[in-house]
């Protein structure tokens, strides 16, 4: 079946412009995550949706980035005011949340270059 | 907080070698356990898994690791890789509490090159 897919693939912005990245996450899995993966933070946790809960923040460097999942599926994460520390890739997952066994399935993700 | 640490950046090794790769994370509750592979140019992918039950676990491609609650780790063997095992491995880590959700943190990652 299909996987989790992001676009753009790739994305080169100028620094101060505001960028949006997109997830489509795997059909009915209830739960998706953004993570950034950069060279010298490694693969860092950014947010979480699940259901309809109010989602986890916790990850969010700075009120810069936001992200919304609309209808429990797609998700835009949305940096603003990009800087070059922004540049990274960001890697969107989704996992179905049952009781007990889970694991996250990974998209190709997005390079995202700030210059 | 947890978090993860992986003790070796790079490993080069030759054909049909032994590899094992450490993990070891830093919480005192229980965990789900992962390790994800990213060959060049592919995306991240699960190639094993611990929740609970019997501490060795085994996996795709012949990978297999063993949860030493004990010693808070998770090392990743394969008896005798292959050039195709060339790839980067993350170790990660769940906290099987409801206020860590079900985020992931990752270790470093571990750049293995096998030579042919």
């Known amino acids: 079946g299909a996987g989790v897919s992001q676009s753009p693939s790739n994305k080169v912005t100028e620094k101060g412009k505001d960028v949006e990245l997109r997830c489509d996450p795997i059909?009915?899995?209830?739960?998706l995550y953004w993570y950034r993966q950069s060279l010298g933070q490694g693969l860092e946790f950014l947010i979480y949706f699940q259901g309809n809960s109010a989602p986890d923040k916790s990850g969010l460097p700075s009120d810069r980035f936001s992200a919304e999942r609309t209808g429990g599926s797609v998700s835009t994460l949305t940096i603003q005011r990009t800087q070059q520390e922004d540049s990274a890739v960001y890697l969107c997952a989704s996992s179905f949340i049952s009781e007990g066994a889970y694991e996250q399935y990974f998209g190709p993700g997005t390079r995202l270059t700030v210059t | 907080a947890q978090s993860v640490s992986q003790h070796n950046h790079h490993v080069i090794l030759s054909e049909a070698a032994s590899l094992e790769l450490g993990c070891n994370y830093s919480y005192g509750g229980t965990v789900n356990l992962f390790w994800y592979v990213q060959y060049p140019g592919q995306h991240l992918q699960l190639l094993l898994k611990?929740?609970?039950?019997?501490?060795l676990v085994k996996g795709i491609k012949g990978f297999e690791a063993e949860f030493i609650k004990s010693k808070f780790s998770f090392n990743l063997r394969k008896p005798s890789v292959q050039w195709s095992d060339t790839a980067e491995y993350f170790c990660a880590v769940n906290a099987k509490i409801k206020a860590a959700g079900n985020k992931l943190t990752f270790g470093g990652g571990t750049r293995v090159l096998v030579k042919p």
């Open positions: 059909s009915g899995h209830t739960a």
């Open positions: 611990y929740f609970s039950g019997d501490p």
